[in-house]
């Protein structure tokens, strides 16, 4: 089994662009979390999806920020337009129905905004 | 609303001390508890985790934890660290309502062992 993957792994962009980072879960897991890390507020749930509906948005932080999970295999964190201070590593994570409740989590996509 | 609080931010030790670092949780409910560690560079993963049972759970690592209800705590331990043990470690909670798996983190503690 491939893992989880993100893409990019790095993202260096300019204030006010679009910045749109990747997701595959592990196949056959229904449940898929974004989470985004700083030094100053640690790990944090962005949201997170069951079967590809999203369920708990409410960590999101602005309008900004916006996620999609089209299809079992492949999610979507976008925000746009990015600032300065939405710079961190951003990871997916995922679980299935029933498991040992363990998340599997992905390299993570650290992003930078100048 | 859940929450987890680590009480150390950043531990140095030398190689073959005892750890122990604190991780106390806020929440009514039963819960699900686990140990994250991230080394450097690296993505989080699994160190351990209790549901149910006994409360002292054995890890990978030569790494277990406590879980003692009574004071909201799940501290983990291990007897004699490494210069690999240098990582990032988190503290995790989840409610079992629902079983969503909606994991809260602690801040995290950075442990920096010295060889």
């Known amino acids: 089994d491939a893992g989880v993957i993100q893409s990019p792994r790095h993202e260096v962009t300019e204030m006010g662009q679009e910045v749109t980072l990747r997701c595959k879960p592990i196949?056959?897991?229904?449940?898929l979390f974004w989470y985004r890390q700083t030094m100053m507020r640690g790990l944090e749930l962005l949201i997170y999806?069951?079967?590809?509906?999203?369920?708990?948005d409410s960590g999101m932080p602005e309008d900004r920020f916006s996620a999609k999970m089209p299809n079992a295999s492949f999610s979507t964190l976008k925000i746009q337009p990015s600032e300065p201070r939405d710079s961190a590593v951003y990871f997916c994570?995922?679980?299935?129905?029933?498991?040992?409740?363990?998340?599997?989590f992905g390299e993570g996509s650290r992003l930078t905004v100048l | 609303a859940q929450s987890v609080s680590q009480h150390n931010h950043h531990v140095i030790l030398s190689e073959a001390a005892s750890l122990e670092l604190g991780c106390n949780y806020s929440y009514g409910g039963t819960v699900n508890l686990f140990w994250y560690v991230q080394y450097p560079g690296q993505h989080l993963q699994l160190l351990l985790k209790?549901?149910?049972?006994?409360?002292l759970v054995k890890g990978i690592k030569g790494f277990e934890a406590e879980f003692i209800k009574s004071k909201f705590s799940f501290n983990l331990r291990k007897p004699s660290v490494q210069w690999s043990d240098t990582a990032e470690y988190f503290c995790?909670?989840?409610?079992?309502?629902?079983?969503?798996?909606?994991?809260?983190f602690g801040q995290g503690t950075t442990l920096q062992v010295k060889p």
């Open positions: 995790a909670v989840s409610s079992t309502r629902g079983n969503t798996g909606k994991l809260i």
């Open positions: 999806f069951n079967n590809n509906v999203p369920i708990d």
């Open positions: 994570a995922c679980r299935r129905t029933g498991g040992t409740g363990e998340l599997f």
């Open positions: 196949s056959g897991h229904d449940y």
């Open positions: 209790y549901f149910s049972g006994d409360p």
